[in-house]
T-cell receptor, first 112, second 112 residues
Framework: SQQGEEDPQALSIQEGENATMNCSYK?????LQWYRQNSGRGLVHLIL?????REKHSGRLRVTLDTSKKSSSLLITASRAADTASYFC????????????FGTGTRLTVIP | DAGVIQSPRHEVTEMGQEVTLRCKPI?????LFWYRQTMMRGLELLIY????????DSGMPEDRFSAKMPNASFSTLKIQPSEPRDSAVYFC??????????FGSGTRLTVV
């Protein structure tokens, strides 16, 4: 299946440090998206990067995409306790498809 | 806009009973998705609609599950009869082409 896989499964850092999460996928895509999920809540869209883009920024978030390696990374700089959540990458199947397949997520804990 | 609205937030039902989950997408979004989230399987796409028409229901586990979208502002996911293994959080999400999904807060279903 197209489902992405995040790495690591869990990450624990001190407040102020940077957090890097990685995602690998299997087939061609139109775009890759990152989502955050706080415990007991729905997913929140963070950022979308298209297949012809290599890097994108949004506030403290930086996303890179390497289509040759079928991988992406999400960097959160200067982390805060409020960043504690699960982070998911999601990919489509390319060819105009709009349905997303989500990875298993990285559980980030930011220690105050 | 109030976002994607799901009801009920929590549902506890006995095995064999019919369960109906409801979703109101964001006005103007032409895609609607139903996902199920469990610890074991993560986020699974059950079915999605485009302009109220079901496009892909290959993720629906079995015939006990059915989904409808009678108009652009309402969708239902029905389980009949329900079984304990259907216990999960069910999310509805909506989007337009090329933009991120907006998720509802989910329905936590417990079948006893």
């Amino acid at each position: 299946s197209q489902q992405g896989e995040e790495d690591p499964q869990a990450l624990s850092i001190q407040e102020g440090e940077n957090a890097t999460m990685n995602c690998s996928y299997k087939t061609s895509i139109n775009n890759l998206q990152w989502y955050r999920q706080n415990s007991g809540r729905g997913l929140v869209h963070l950022i979308l990067i298209r297949s012809n883009e290599r890097e994108k920024h949004s506030g403290r978030l930086r996303v890179t995409l390497d289509t040759s390696k079928k991988s992406s990374s999400l960097l959160i700089t200067a982390s805060r306790a409020a960043d504690t959540a699960s982070y998911f990458c999601a990919t489509d199947e390319g060819a105009g498809a709009n349905n997303l397949f989500f990875g298993t997520g990285t559980r980030l804990t930011v220690i105050p | 806009d109030a976002g994607v609205i799901q009801s009920p937030r929590h549902e506890v039902t006995e095995m064999g009973q019919e369960v109906t989950l409801r979703c109101k997408p964001i006005s103007g979004h032409d895609y609607l998705f139903w996902y199920r989230q469990t610890m074991m399987r993560g986020l699974e796409l059950l079915i999605y609609f485009n302009n109220n028409v079901p496009i892909d229901d290959s993720g629906m586990p079995e015939d006990r599950f059915s989904a409808k979208m009678p108009n652009a502002s309402f969708s239902t996911l029905k389980i009949q009869p329900s079984e304990p293994r259907d216990s999960a959080v069910y999310f509805c999400a909506s989007s337009s082409t090329g933009v991120g999904y907006t998720f509802g807060s989910g329905t936590r279903l417990t079948v006893v």
